[in-house]
């Protein structure tokens, strides 16, 4: 059906992280595809963020593989990355589950820190900047164009220049996620990107990740909020006690008895009223 | 109703510990009499000190009830100080720009000092006020670059503005030497080893004696030249008073010494403030902000401290050339300790990565003490106090706001509340 694609853009094969004795993640693997949203799934304490923190470079896996494929064929080997290099080099960016803006500086300072690497080598490392030469200045005018684009895309034009520490919640969420897309990365991981959102902005939030998609990169996210979930997700990943529980379409992991008796222990009730409390 | 009580019990406390301290130390007095030494009590002056206090402590924490109704209070402050910055940057250079017509010799002596601080403030600020990277052995790179100077222009012969930038440079190299192996720590971790560096040049300096001369320190060092013109007592060829057929004064060398520091303190300014508005000045303030953010963005957090440390040990050892330059002699006991805190002091005095706030606490902290000088033995008291005072009414420092490195509209400014202090 699918034209023959590369490798998958995202392989995770039997991945391990212990801290001392505890097993934080036990032998998992998965795959996220290309141009699809994948929601990482899971009672607390199942070792969600402990994966994501894997994947984007934070924690060195104690074994197992992350290959990260491009459309053009380069592979990365991410567990062998210095952690700067996975969010440049191979594309792959990321949110906070407390969200790290730098709340000191103006919304369009932060996006353009996230374009740090393109302005850095337009000003020949800093020493052709500060005497005014070389292209800086044209580097410097496309990275606010871009920054520009994405303002009016999450809605925050008229805060440009506010300092961030000063946007309210939904707002700061939305930058971070902006922030995060200004690295351009292939791979865009989310750390419970709708916690402690309205409802409201947590359908703006979909509406934003499902563009995000359609504009070609793909994403991980990790979940409580099951309206988001089950609504954008393409495939879905469920976790528990480190273990890979279940996976597929919604459609077939709220269907899966492993996964209601996670959530709610043993018992055939369905997971959708189950998610009220989890959220 | 309760609320004034409170501030009345928490006064007559502190009365009470002051009646403990001053007791024994202001109403005792000893004296000589003719059969030995004698006691004198004085209770006046015990009962003075303790009044003081009882109605400062009260009148401190009814202004603090009263500061906490109104939260908007400091932010207005520091804006409206802000938009009168715009002025008294400008104004603060003319009047450095003209001062060697308006005062005279010891004065622009005190000046030059000044100005040495305010470099140095300036080159640690791009540590830690923008990168928030604290750093207790900025001493260090002073002593470099000063000792590089001496040592390169004595066995070389070159000039001063030959040797000056090899200074700088091998200043920088020193911060990157620190920078390596201090890149995992932060906070006050971070502080002690930059303070053990300091420490460490110090003493390798005033060991090293078949290099340094150790404590007797280098005498003769070269001064600094204007386009090979020299200064001397003489009028002879080659001087700058036989140049100019000019009587030859004492004075135009200091003349000639304030400028060059102004001008080295203004092309720190000058950089900064460029660096600032790029890139890298940007991503250290990111640095500051959130360490782990900036990784997530992919910048190597490794390169941008040890950038931060380079850039600031190169001004720093630019300073420490000057120094050495305009002393003639250098020792180990210049570089103590003592000069890294004043020099920090006055970038947290300042209020940390702002430039005018360098200059200001610099002529407070260096000139100020000058100043009170008539006031003998008092005046590190006076000066202590205002410092205490300063750090309750302005904790961030004396300019604590952040101007944004860029803008679309106008640009706001942005008050402390928002601006993360940096802790390595």
Known sequence: ?279 | MTRAKTPLVDAFLSALIALGLFAPMVGLVTGVGPHGITLTARPRAVLALVAAVFVGRLALRLWQAQRRLVPAAPGRFAISFLAAARYIGPALLAVALVLPALVGRASLDLGVLVLTYVMLGWGLNIVVGLAGLLDLGYVAFYAVGAYSYALIAEASGLGFWSCLPVAGLLAALWGVTLGFPVLRLRGDYLAIVTLAFGEIIRIVLLNWVSLTNGPNGISGIPRPTLFGLRFTAGDGPGTFAGFFHLAPSPAQRVVFLYYVILGLALLTNWVTIRLRRQPLGRVWEALREDEIACRSLGINVTTTKLTAFAVGAFFGGIAGAFFATRQGFISPESFTFMESATVLAIVVLGGMGSQLGVVLAAVVMIGGPELFRPLADDRMLIFGLALVVMMVLRPRGLISVRTPSIALGKGEIITADFVTEGHG
């Open chain 1, 1 to 279: 059906m699918n034209p023959p694609a590369p490798a998958p853009l995202l392989e995770v094969v039997d991945l391990t992280m212990r801290f001392g004795g505890l097993k934080a993640i036990d032998q998992l693997s998965f795959v996220a595809r290309r141009g699809e949203i994948t929601a990482v799934i899971g009672p607390n304490g199942a070792g969600k963020t402990t994966a994501f923190n894997c994947i984007t470079g934070f924690y060195r896996p104690s074994s197992g593989a992350l290959r990260l494929t491009h459309a053009d064929g380069r592979a990365f080997q991410l567990e062998r990355l210095p952690g700067h290099r996975i969010a440049r080099r191979a594309g792959v960016a990321r949110t906070f589950q407390n969200i790290r803006l730098f709340a000191g500086m103006t919304v369009l300072e932060n996006l353009l820190v996230a374009q740090h690497a393109p302005l850095m080598a337009a000003t020949g490392f800093g020493v052709l900047g500060v005497l005014g030469l070389g292209g800086y200045a044209a580097a410097e005018r496309r990275a606010i164009a871009k920054a520009r684009a994405w303002l009016e895309r999450i809605d925050l034009m008229a805060r440009a220049d506010a300092p961030a520490g000063a946007l309210p919640y939904g707002a700061q969420r939305r930058l971070e996620i902006a922030r995060a897309m200004c690295t351009d990365p292939v791979l865009l991981c989310l750390d419970e990107p709708a916690a402690g959102l309205n409802p409201r902005e947590s359908e703006e939030l979909n509406t934003l990740l499902l563009r995000i998609r359609d504009d070609g990169c793909s994403l991980l996210l990790i979940e409580h909020d099951m309206g988001v979930v089950m609504r954008i997700s393409d495939h879905i990943i469920v976790l528990d006690h480190g273990r890979k529980i279940s996976d597929g379409t919604p459609a077939e992991v709220r269907a899966d008895p492993h996964v209601i008796a996670a959530y709610l222990g043993e018992g055939d009730e369905g997971i959708e009223q189950e998610t009220e409390s989890v959220a």
